[in-house]
């Protein structure tokens, strides 16, 4: 079975500090991972996905990750943040397209002005 | 990037009510979707499969009777809650995933939700 762990429900940066989310993953076959963010009363959108190609991925607004399989990693990171990226991100698991995903538990991130 | 709508956004109905929550892919053929359920601060947790012109696979601890999903055209599938309780109350999320090449493959497309509550 897949899983996902996020260390740290909430995590606060200073404005034009780095942001740094922590996901790891575990999946007998080689994963898919996504990055979602959400803000209040809204959807899911999606930041950034690894499927199988480069393992550092560049997403939305700034953000990328990188797949590292030796530590089971796809932390989420950020070189400065802004006031706008404060929402609850999720990292998120499949082991295809076209399966359900496994969520994390999620990460609340404020920025600090 | 393929669009999936839900309808309606937000409900609130009388307990032992029923509600119909309905999502739609607008531009892709989605022969499964998934039904996702969020209480209040928590993540999504996976409710059942929505399989086109079949029967809806359920997640363990999801009561069939009480979450009915028909997923009766390509673009469409319904959760509908019966005889719902306060104990429903919810933001209920589907997702559709694109077999479609191009940069979207392998992605699933989420709705923006429908926010029940019942009073």
């Known amino acids: 079975a897949q899983s996902v762990t996020q260390l740290g429900s909430h995590v606060s940066v200073s404005e034009g500090a780095l942001v740094l989310l922590r996901c790891n993953y575990s999946s007998s076959v080689p994963p898919y991972l996504f990055w979602y963010v959400q803000y209040p009363n809204q959807g899911l959108q999606l930041l950034l996905k690894?499927?199988?190609?480069?393992?550092l991925v560049k997403g939305i607004n700034g953000f990328e990750a990188e797949f590292k399989k030796s530590e089971t990693s796809f932390h989420l990171t950020k070189p400065s943040a802004h006031m706008s990226d404060a929402a609850e991100y999720f990292c998120?698991?499949?082991?295809?397209?076209?399966?359900?995903?496994?969520f994390g538990k999620g990460t609340r991130l404020s920025v600090i002005a | 990037g393929a669009v999936v709508s839900q309808h309606p956004s937000w409900v609130i109905c009388k307990s032992g009510t029923s509600v119909k929550i309905e999502c739609r892919s607008l531009?892709?053929?989605?022969?499964?979707m998934f039904w996702y359920r969020q209480f209040p601060k928590q993540s999504l947790m996976l409710m059942a499969t929505?399989?086109?012109?079949?029967?809806?696979?359920?997640e363990q601890g999801v009561e069939k009777d009480k979450f009915l999903i028909n997923h009766a055209s390509l673009t469409l599938s319904t959760l509908t809650v019966t005889s719902a309780h306060p104990e429903d109350s919810s933001f209920y999320i589907c997702?559709?995933?694109?077999?479609?090449?191009?940069?979207?493959?392998?992605?699933?497309?989420f709705g923006p939700g429908t926010r029940l509550t019942v009073l």
């Open positions: 690894y499927t199988s190609a480069a393992t």
């Open positions: 998120a698991v499949s082991d295809q397209g076209n399966t359900p995903l496994v």
């Open positions: 997702s559709a995933p694109t077999l479609a090449g191009g940069p979207s493959y392998n992605e699933q497309f």
């Open positions: 929505s399989n086109e012109g079949s029967k809806a696979t359920y």
């Open positions: 531009d892709f053929q989605a022969t499964t």
